[in-house]
């Protein structure tokens, strides 16, 4: 998502009929400290707050029932 500190990011996420938690990382703290080199990234975060799975693209739902049994 970009946009600077002045977006709604929960306007945003409806716009495009989000569900999942949707925050901004202005000004890019995360994509800083998690090497995103790509957009769209995504992150599967477990509950100890450990990053399960990175990608560049779109994860599948068999990645993510396969990273949450582990």
Do not use: C, K
């Not at 400290?33 to 957009?39: A, L, M, P, R, Y």
């Not at 992150?43 to 949450?68: F, K, P, W």
């Amino acid at each position: 998502m970009t946009g600077g500190a002045n977006v709604d990011t929960q306007a945003w996420a409806d716009t495009y009929g989000l569900t999942a938690p949707v925050t901004s990382d202005y000004p890019a703290n995360l994509a800083s400290e998690w090497n995103v080199s790509g957009i769209p990234a995504e992150h599967l975060i477990g509950r100890g707050g450990e990053i399960l799975i990175t990608n560049q693209y779109s994860i599948s739902e068999d990645v993510i029932e396969e990273a949450l049994q582990r």
